[in-house]
């Protein structure tokens, strides 16, 4: 871990500030150690370079999954592998968009990792959390932990561990549809993207996947349709750029994020820390131009 990290990162329970205790390591990385957050009483452990924000009564890989699962359980259902899905494909093969450069960038669920190399290649500061013990493993291994800042930790359940309005572009490929509360990483993302920060979503499309009872069993059944999805976006006010089919497996979104939003629909539906509370969205069933009108 970059010693760099600490400017940024927070406890991802209560957002507090975070204590860090070298064990093993360097002037500029962490090799083995802890992060204590004072407020909230816990540590996290460092261990090759890795720091590990789960929560710590949690046991590990059990985060993302409808149920909890056991270590034996997880593996017998992804055989131990990381993640795969889309990738760097996003810009080589289907021209989704440019590919960016020089931005500060977040993959939530990071995988394999083919789109952490990508984006550092092309000169991008980039960030990436995994619930998988394979893919932060194997991170590793491939050598590139060094490079990037890569976390351990569910996005599922935990808040993202940095500061508000700190990236300029963050990814979800392939991993939304895995996750026990969509709504909350979604609603993380939000905070820790910038105005203006881009959001690139795929998933499989809820009309052609096997959603119940299936591979990608998910706890909101109905919520990654086309029309659920798109509005519920819109009413946390990210506005739809693009969207691109592929084949009848996969949607890619793009989003852009709107952070200034001051009508008066956001103001009756803040919480005491400024933040969307989407539950009046949803109940207060605003429309597109009672949300965005005073913006144009």
Do not use: W
């Not at 960038?105 to 500061?125: A, D, I, K, P, S």
């Not at 709504?183 to 979503?201: D, F, P, T």
């Amino acid at each position: 871990m970059k010693r760099e990290l600490m400017d940024i990162l927070c406890c991802p329970v209560c957002k507090g500030d975070l204590v860090l205790e070298v064990e093993e390591g360097n002037e500029n990385e962490i090799v083995k150690g802890t992060l204590y957050c004072g407020k909230c009483n816990v540590l996290y452990p460092i261990e090759n370079g890795i720091p590990n924000l789960l929560p710590q009564d949690k046991p590990k890989n059990s985060g993302g999954i409808m149920v909890e699962f056991t270590d034996k359980d997880i593996k017998q259902i992804y055989r131990g592998e990381r993640g795969v899905g889309m990738n760097k494909s996003l810009f080589t093969d289907h021209h989704f968009m440019e590919t960016p450069s020089g931005l500060r960038t977040l993959e939530v669920g990071f995988g394999q990792g083919e789109l952490v190399r990508y984006l550092m290649e092309h000169g991008n500061r980039v960030y990436g959390v995994d619930v998988g013990l394979a893919s932060t493993e194997g991170a590793i291994q491939d050598g590139f932990i060094d490079k990037a800042c890569l976390l351990y930790m569910d996005a599922s359940t935990e808040r993202l561990p940095f500061i508000d309005n700190f990236f300029d572009m963050v990814f979800i490929l392939e991993t939304i549809e895995h996750l026990a509360s969509p709504i909350h990483a979604l609603y993380e993302i939000k905070r820790v993207l910038k105005h203006g920060g881009k959001l690139v979503i795929s998933f499989p499309p809820y009309e052609h996947a096997d959603y119940i009872g299936g591979h990608h069993a998910h706890v909101y059944p109905g919520f990654l349709a086309r029309e659920p999805f798109e509005r519920f976006m819109m009413q946390l006010y990210f506005t739809q750029k693009k969207r691109m089919m592929i084949g009848e497996g996969t949607v890619l979104y793009l989003f852009e994020n709107v952070k200034d939003a001051v009508s008066e629909a956001s103001k009756v539906r803040s919480d005491p820390e400024g933040q969307v509370n989407i539950f009046k969205v949803v109940a207060g069933n605003y429309t597109q131009s009672e949300l965005y009108g005073h913006l144009k």
